[in-house]
C-alpha cells in the first residue's frame, strides 16, 4: 500500500509542525497533528493494482458502491442512448480511479458546477465533472468523475492521446465523491443498484 502522490501535499505539513511541537514538549497538541497526518494518508492511500486479466469486459473506475443503473442519451462522447453506471465513493473508500478498459483517450471535458451531494442523479450534469472518452478497438466508453459536498479537487493523470490499459490509474478525486461510467446500450450490465465495488477489479458490464 503506498500514498497517492497528490496526497503528500497535505501529510507532509501536518507532519512536520506535529514532531516539532513534540520536540517541544507539546506531546498533546503534536500528537493532534501528527494523528491528522495519518487520516489524510488512509485517505489517500493507493493500493497496487496488477494488471486486469478481464478482456472483453468493464472493470470499476471506483471503490465505492453503486447507487445508479440508469438509461441515459449521452450527448458528449457517446453521442447516442447509453446505460450510466455511478459508483459513490465515500469518505473511507480508496480516492484512485482507474481506467475501465484498454484503449486510447480520444476525449476530455472539464466542466464546472455545483457541489451537490454526489450521490443524487442530477449530480452528473450540475456539479463540476471531468469526462474521459476512451476508444477501445471499435467501441467507445466514458468515464466521469464528479466533485461532491465534500470533494472539490478532480485530478485527472491522463491526455487526449494517451494509451490507457485495463485498471490503470488514471486520476483521483480528493476525499470521495462519484464516478460514472457510460457505456453503448447493447452491452450487458453484471452489477446493479446496492452492490459494493473494487477500482479495477469489479467487472461491471461486458462488452458487446
Not at 497533528?33 to 478482456?55: K, M, Q, T
Not at 455511478?86 to 486510447?104: D, E, I, K
Not at 454526489?118 to 477501445?136: D, M, T, V
Request: charged share 20%; glycine share 10%; hydrophobic share 45%.
Amino acid at each position: 500500500m503506498s500514498v497517492a502522490r497528490e496526497g503528500w501535499p497535505l501529510i507532509i505539513p501536518p507532519t512536520l509542525v506535529g514532531v516539532g511541537l513534540v520536540l517541544a514538549g507539546w506531546h498533546w497538541v503534536g500528537a493532534f497533528f501528527l494523528l491528522s497526518a495519518l487520516g489524510v494518508a488512509f485517505f489517500f492511500r493507493d493500493p497496487h493494482r496488477a494488471p486486469s486479466p478481464f478482456s472483453g469486459a468493464v472493470v470499476s473506475p471506483a471503490h465505492g458502491r453503486v447507487v445508479s443503473v440508469a438509461e441515459i442519451d449521452e450527448p458528449d462522447y457517446l453521442r447516442t442512448p447509453g446505460r450510466r453506471i455511478s459508483v459513490f465513493m465515500s469518505l473511507f473508500n480508496v480516492h484512485v480511479n482507474y481506467a475501465p478498459v484498454t484503449g486510447q483517450v480520444e476525449f476530455l471535458l472539464h466542466r464546472k458546477g455545483a457541489f451537490r451531494r454526489a450521490y443524487l442523479p442530477e449530480a452528473s450534469l450540475k456539479n463540476e465533472n471531468n469526462s474521459i472518452g476512451i476508444r477501445s478497438e471499435q467501441h467507445r466508453l466514458m468515464v466521469r468523475q464528479i466533485a461532491g459536498t465534500v470533494a472539490r479537487r478532480i485530478v485527472c493523470r491522463v491526455r487526449k492521446g494517451d494509451r490507457v490499459q485495463t485498471g490503470e490509474k488514471i486520476g483521483l478525486i480528493r476525499f470521495g465523491s462519484r464516478v460514472d461510467v457510460f457505456v453503448p446500450l447493447e452491452w450487458e450490465v453484471l452489477v446493479k443498484e446496492g452492490d459494493r465495488v473494487k477500482g479495477g477489479i469489479t467487472q461491471l458490464a461486458r462488452i458487446g
